[in-house]
C-alpha cells in the first residue's frame, strides 16, 4: 500500500521531559538486489509511529504517495524525519549516517526501518524500490542493545534473505569530575586581618572568552583555606575534553563585591588527576602584575590538589544498556468490594471493548515494561479471594492457579489468565497488600546477592479500596526500600484513596510501625479516574516517571555500576 505523508505536529515529539538521546546504528546484510546490471543501492528510512500515525524520523519534510506490491501491508501517515546516505553497490551497507531519537522510558516509542534501492534522485520513497522492512520499540533495542532481525515485505513474507541489525548507543558524556582543594600561605588583602579566599574555575568559551564554571564557597580570615570537595560534570568543566587547558583563580571575597584578585593559574583535568590522597599537586597562584612589577616575586601562594577523581554518573539507560532487567510482577485486588464480576457495575465486569480498569492498568503498564525483560515471563498473583476447592481465602495466589509456575507469558498472556479465572474464584476479603509485598521481596532479596546490576523488581498492584492490613504493609515497604525493588498502585473506582498516598513518600518519609524509616521512596501511587478521560499513554506516563530514577537511586546506592560499564 502507499506510503502518504501528514505535517509534522509543532512541538516536540513524545514527553515534555526527554530522559536523554539514543544514537541508532544501522547495517544491512544480505539485500534483495533489485538492480540489473550492478547490486542494489541502499538507503534506510525511519519512521516513528506517533499518535497512531507513521512518522518518518528526520528534518526533511515532502509529501509522498504511491506503492507497490512489495511496500508495506497498511496505508499510514508519514513526516519525515530522518534517513541514511546511500550506500553505491552494496548489499552488505554498514551506514554511516546514524539516527538520534529521544529516549522515554515511559512511553511505547514504535519505529520502523524501512530499506529502499535508490534509483533517481527523487526524495519521493514511491521513485525507489522497496527492499524490507523491520518494526520495534526502542524499548526494544535499549534493553538488547543490539538486534539482528529478518526483514519483511508488505505482505509479511521475508525480504529474500535480507537482515537488519540496529544497535543503541546513548548521546551523553555521563563523567563527572569531585575535585579537593585547598591553598597555603595566600596573599593578605585584608587591612586588619587575613583573607577570605575562594575559586574560581574557567573554561575558553567558542568566542575565545574565558567561561565561569564553578565558584567555590568562601573561607574565612584565613590563608591556608581548605575548600569543601566538589563535584562537577566533566562536559561542564572542560568539554569532556581532559587535555583542555581551564584557567582557575583566586580571589579574596568583599562583601561589597569587589573582590580582590590575589592570583591565577592554569592547568588541565590531566593534570590534576595526577595529584593522589598521599600526594598532593601543588600549582604557584601567580598575580601577573606583582610579577612584573617585582624581580623577586615568587608567586602569592600555592594552591594544592588534594585529590582530583574522575567517575561517572550512571543514568537509567546506562543500566538498561548494560543488561539490567525489569522484573514485572502484577498484584490483583479480588476482594468483595470490586462486585460480581458478571454485574455491569463490577470493577471486574469486562465490558462488550473487552476491558475494565484492571486490564487497562495492566496493558498501561506492561506494554511498557515487558522489553525490558528478555524472556517476558511474568508471574501474576490475585489477592482478598476464596479459592477452590476448599474456598479458602488467599492473600497471594496465582491466577493461573499454578502456585509453582505463576508466570505468564507477556501482558497478553496476565489478560488471559486473568479472564479466565474470574469465574472459578469467589471474592471475598480483607484487602491485604504486605503477603504481595513480602513475596516479591523475597525474590528482590536473592537479586541482592549478585554483584552486578542485573535485576530490578517492579510490583504492579491494582486494587479498589482501603488497606486492611495498614501496619504490616508499612513495614514491608519500609524493608523493601532496601532491595531494587519499586511498588506501583493503581487505584481502581471511586473509594478514598487517602491511605494510598500516605504509602507513595512525596511528601514525607514513610515510617515502619517500628519507626524505622525507609531508605528511600519506592511506592508511586496513581487513581485511574484521573485518567478515565485521557489518552491511554497518560496513564503510563504518570505511573512510570519516577521509576528510572528510583532505579538509579537504588544501585548507585549499592555502589554498582552497569554490567560491562567502561571506566572513567
Known amino acids: ?64 504517495r ?85 526483514l519483511l515485505l508488505g505482505n509479511g513474507k521475508p ?14 558524556d555521563n563523567r563527572v569530575i569531585t575535585l579537593s582543594m585547598a591553598g597555603r600561605k595566600l596573599d593578605k588583602k585584608d587591612l586588619f586581618g587575613k583573607s577570605d579566599p575562594f575559586l574560581e574555575f574557567y573554561k575558553p568559551g567558542d568566542d575565545g572568552k574565558w567561561m565561569l564554571v564553578h565558584r567555590t564557597e568562601v573561607i574565612k580570615y584565613t590563608l591556608d583555606p581548605v575548600w569543601k570537595p566538589f563535584t562537577v560534570p566533566l562536559v561542564s568543566l572542560c568539554d569532556g575534553d581532559v587535555e583542555k587547558l581551564i584557567k582557575v583563580m583566586c580571589y579574596d571575597y568583599d562583601s561589597d563585591g569587589g573582590h580582590d584578585f590575589i592570583g591565577e593559574f592554569q592547568t588541565s583535568v590531566a593534570r590534576m588527576c595526577e595529584a593522589q590522597d598521599a600526594f598532593p599537586l601543588e600549582l604557584e597562584c601567580i598575580n601577573p602584575k606583582k610579577q612584573k612589577k617585582k624581580k623577586n616575586y615568587k608567586n602569592s601562594g600555592i594552591i594544592i590538589v588534594k585529590s582530583c577523581k574522575v567517575t561517572r554518573d550512571f543514568s537509567f539507560l546506562d543500566y538498561i544498556l548494560g543488561g539490567c532487567q525489569l522484573m514485572f510482577t502484577v498484584g490483583i485486588d479480588f476482594t468483595a468490594s470490586n462486585g460480581n464480576p458478571r454485574d455491569p457495575s463490577s470493577l471486574h465486569y469486562i465490558n462488550p471493548m473487552g476491558t475494565n480498569e484492571y486490564l487497562s492498568a495492566i496493558w498501561a503498564v506492561g506494554q511498557i515494561i515487558q522489553d525490558y525483560d528478555s524472556d517476558k515471563m511474568f508471574p501474576a498473583l490475585g489477592f482478598g479471594a476464596q479459592l477452590p476447592p476448599d474456598w479458602k481465602v488467599s492473600h497471594e495466589f496465582a491466577i493461573n492457579f499454578n502456585p509453582t509456575n505463576p508466570f505468564c507469558s507477556g501482558v497478553e498472556g496476565i489478560v488471559q489468565a486473568y479472564s479466565a479465572c474470574l469465574p472459578h474464584i469467589r471474592f471475598y476479603g480483607p484487602t491485604n497488600f504486605s503477603p504481595i509485598v513480602n513475596h516479591v521481596a523475597r525474590f528482590a532479596a536473592q537479586a541482592t546477592q549478585q554483584e552486578a546490576a542485573s535485576q530490578y523488581f517492579i510490583l504492579l498492584i491494582i486494587t479498589d479500596g482501603v488497606i486492611s492490613d495498614m501496619d504490616e504493609t508499612r513495614h514491608a515497604v519500609v524493608q523493601a526500600s532496601k532491595l531494587p525493588m519499586s511498588i506501583i498502585i493503581v487505584g481502581v473506582g471511586n473509594a478514598d484513596f487517602a491511605a494510598m498516598e500516605f504509602l507513595d513518600g512525596d511528601s514525607r518519609v514513610l515510617r515502619s510501625y517500628t519507626g524505622e524509616e525507609a531508605v528511600r521512596d519506592i511506592v508511586q501511587f496513581v487513581p485511574f479516574r484521573d485518567f478515565r478521560n485521557a489518552p491511554k499513554e497518560t496513564l503510563a506516563k504518570a505511573v512510570l516517571a519516577e521509576l528510572p530514577q528510583q532505579v538509579v537511586q537504588y544501585f548507585k546506592h549499592q555502589n554498582l555500576p552497569p554490567i560491562n560499564s567502561e571506566p572513567a
Open 66 to 150: 504511491g506503492g507497490s506490491s512489495s511496500g508495506p501491508p497498511e496505508a499510514v501517515c508519514l513526516v519525515p524525519l530522518d534517513r541514511t546516505e546511500t550506500a553505491v553497490n552494496n548489499l552488505n551497507p554498514a551506514f554511516a549516517k546514524k539516527f538520534i531519537i529521544d529516549y522515554h522510558f515511559e512511553e511505547v516509542q514504535k519505529l520502523k526501518f524501512a530499506l529502499f534501492d535508490q534509483d533517481k534522485s527523487s526524495m519521493q520513497l514511491y521513485e525507489h524500490d522497496f527492499l524490507g522492512e523491520f518494526s520495534c520499540t526502542l524499548g526494544m533495542i535499549v534493553s538488547s542493545k543490539k538486534i539482528t532481525r529478518t
Open 1 to 64: 500500500m502507499a506510503y502518504t505523508v501528514t505535517p509534522m505536529p509543532a512541538g516536540p515529539v513524545g514527553s515534555q521531559y526527554c530522559v536523554c538521546k539514543v544514537e541508532l546504528s544501522v547495517c544491512g546484510q544480505n539485500l534483495l538486489d533489485r538492480d540489473v546490471t550492478s547490486k542494489s543501492d541502499p538507503f534506510c528510512v525511519l519512521f516513528m509511529e506517533v499518535n497512531g500515525k507513521w512518522m518518518e524520523a528526520g528534518p526533511r519534510s515532502s509529501p509522498r
Open 159 to 172: 525480504a529474500g534473505k535480507g537482515m537488519i541489525t540496529i544497535a543503541a548507543q546513548e548521546l551523553s
